[in-house]
């Protein structure tokens, strides 16, 4: 059985900070890739940054690049998600997914998926 447990939304304001975690429990192999989705009410579920088991590659939507970080903790089962200058744009419910094999941006490549954590971002 695998479970992904997102923890770290909240309320922040316009220009702050906010680390959203996942960790993820099961066959190793189900997590080989992890990744972090979000989707806003009225919108389609994006892909937002994803990494590689090592953590040695990452990736980034364009429109989170220079701001979010993601990271992989050493026991491989947690990722982070450092989310800086935070705007009002990213508000969305933020799901973190993974999945075997390497990375894809497509959320129906993803095998598994955590419950939502959500962001707000006030102006």
């Known amino acids: 059985q695998v479970q992904l447990v997102e923890s770290g939304g909240g309320l922040v304001q316009a220009g702050g900070s906010l680390r959203l975690s996942c960790a993820a429990s099961?066959?190793?192999?189900?997590?080989?890739?992890m990744g972090w989705f979000r989707q806003a009410p009225g919108k389609e579920r994006e892909f937002v940054a994803a990494i590689s088991w090592g953590g040695g590659n990452t990736y980034y939507a364009d429109f989170v690049k220079g701001r979010f970080t993601i990271s992989r903790g050493n026991a491989k089962n947690t990722v982070y998600l450092q989310m800086n200058s935070l705007k009002p744009a990213d508000t969305a419910v933020y799901y973190c997914?993974?999945?075997?094999?390497?990375?894809?941006?497509?959320?129906?490549?993803?095998?598994?998926w955590g419950q939502g954590t959500q962001v707000t971002v006030s102006s």
């Open positions: 099961g066959p190793i192999f189900s997590y080989y890739t």
């Open positions: 997914a993974s999945k075997s094999g390497g990375y894809s941006y497509r959320a129906g490549s993803y095998d598994y």
